[in-house]
């Protein structure tokens, strides 16, 4: 990474999120809920961008999706049903191809539905505790696996999704994600176990790191570097969030049926 690079990243990252945790922590649910939906949206607006297809009622269909967790979670798949359903409809009339429907049906679901286990994970009790730990766990394992990747990378790993990559990098990510949870639990989740913290420690640090591929295999296959470039140094906002798409629902279902 270019050093001016870098430090765009880090004033990004330094602005947004001290910003981030106190919505967290806000009693008012409602500035994190508009704060999600605004990011989901932007995600989308980039990811459909990328495939020049069903813009804005991938958009309609995924801010619905994350208005449905808010306030109840109960019509989510409904919506999920009804967005399939509309999209074939519109095909059937204008004879699109079948390719449109997988993508949009892929996107609403790929980040509407996955992110919006956030506004979810909030509602949970201890939730926004269980929020802090998902952001320092994934996002510290997402910069430590890519910084350790530089200094320390000798053998790739994945070349044809990401050339990047590399194993150290890889391993030392995980490694990175389970200290990280140990540290969380003794500041702020005494109450969690500590059989549940290395779980969870070792879970997210997987699937941070297959988020990451997850999106660099979209970018490869539409040929771009970066989804888009609203923020500085970190490219669009699908690249900033890519792994949490991925750790936010297995954050949210490994909470809810085991702890």
């Not at 956030?118 to 910069?143: A, C, P, S, Y």
Request: glycine share 8%; proline share 2%.
């Amino acid at each position: 990474m270019q050093k001016s690079s870098f430090v765009k990243r880090a004033i990004t990252t330094g602005l947004f999120v001290p910003i981030l945790f106190y919505l967290v922590f806000l009693e008012n649910p409602l500035p994190f809920f508009l704060l999600i939906t605004i990011i989901i949206s932007l995600c989308l607006l980039e990811f459909y961008r990328l495939f020049k297809s069903s813009l804005y009622m991938g958009l309609f269909f995924g801010i619905l999706l994350s208005v449905s967790c808010y306030y109840t979670y109960t019509f989510t798949h409904l919506i999920l049903v009804l967005a399939i359903l509309t999209r074939f409809t519109k095909n059937l009339i204008k004879r699109d191809s079948l390719y449109d429907i997988l993508i949009f049906v892929f996107g609403i679901i790929y980040i509407g539905f996955m992110l919006s286990h956030l506004i979810l994970l909030r509602r949970l009790e201890n939730g926004q505790r269980f929020l802090l730990f998902l952001f320092l766990v994934t996002w510290m394992t997402d910069i430590f696996a890519y910084l350790i990747g530089i200094v320390c990378g000798r053998h790739k790993f994945i070349l044809s999704v990401s050339p990047n990559k590399s194993l150290e990098g890889t391993i030392g990510g995980g490694i990175i994600a389970i200290l990280t949870s140990i540290l969380v639990k003794s500041f702020f989740l005494q109450s969690l176990s500590l059989v549940h913290c290395l779980i969870l420690g070792s879970i997210l640090g997987i699937f941070t790191q297959l988020g990451d591929l997850a999106e660099s295999l979209i970018k490869r296959d539409v040929g771009v570097k970066d989804s888009g470039d609203l923020i500085p140094g970190h490219g669009g906002v699908l690249d900033v969030f890519d792994s949490l798409i991925f750790t936010s629902p297995i954050m949210y279902y490994y909470v809810t049926y085991f702890l």
